[in-house]
């Protein structure tokens, strides 16, 4: 029997639909410890800088936030809580200065200078996402290139009702923003959604990243706040949105040394 050309395109939709262009995310979620090398803090009121890895050391400086600092090495001991967020104790430099800081507020990646993101969603509905925030804030650190490489296309001469699944991906292009830094854009009938993959981050850094992101825009900032947390055996895996149930944002560890940011475009 000889299979059409559409029969094959409908197999790949559903496929496309259950796996999501996403690898399966780890559950058993350990902090990623962090190699020596060049970070930013993402703390919003700044980073303290201590004289031993404990929070009851000397405070010798506050970091600002968006600050360079260099990481020297990152402490053997059980990762730290901090709320909920969770980090090692890091060792840094910054000028002349050593010492111990927090290191889920230490990421690999230049946070968003919020003057520049500040009015993006003001005018926006209250159940309009937030992808667009998220894509400037990389256009205007990375330069986004005009093409990228499309890894998925059944776009011409589709008919939505006609779909095996109701949010199918008509078009996923794959964006290489540096040597750590993916962008993934997922066209849709009705929406769009933006992933970003950051090797050499987890998800705690993750999600600093987005509150720093978050929070430069004002209808945005309260749905970062008291996020609901997936966990098992006490580890989280997933944090989302409380609101939308992960459709404003998702955060996952895709693979042990890369998390992933989901935020989508509109409805």
Known sequence: MKLSHSFFQQVCFIFC???????PLLKAQYVLPKNPGVYYVTAPSGLN??????????????IPYGEQVELLKEEEYAPVKMGWMQGNWAKIKVGDNEGFAFGAYLIPVKPPARTELAGICKDDSETAGFGK??????????????????IFDLSEGTNPDSLPCGDCHLVVVRLQLSQNVVLLEEIHFENSRLRL???????????ALLEAL????????KHHQNPKLKEEDGRVYEIQDREMGGEFFRIRQIDAATAEIVMSGWY
């Open 17 to 23: 639909c259950l796996w999501g262009f996403h690898l």
């Open 49 to 62: 800088m201590r004289e031993a890895p404990t929070p009851t050391a000397v405070k010798i400086m506050k």
């Open 133 to 150: 925030l998220l894509y400037a804030y990389l256009d205007s650190t990375f330069a986004i290139p005009e093409k990228g490489e499309t």
């Open 197 to 207: 993959r950051v090797s050499g981050m987890d998800i705690y850094g993750a999600y």
């Open 214 to 221: 978050m929070s430069t825009c004002e209808r945005a900032a």
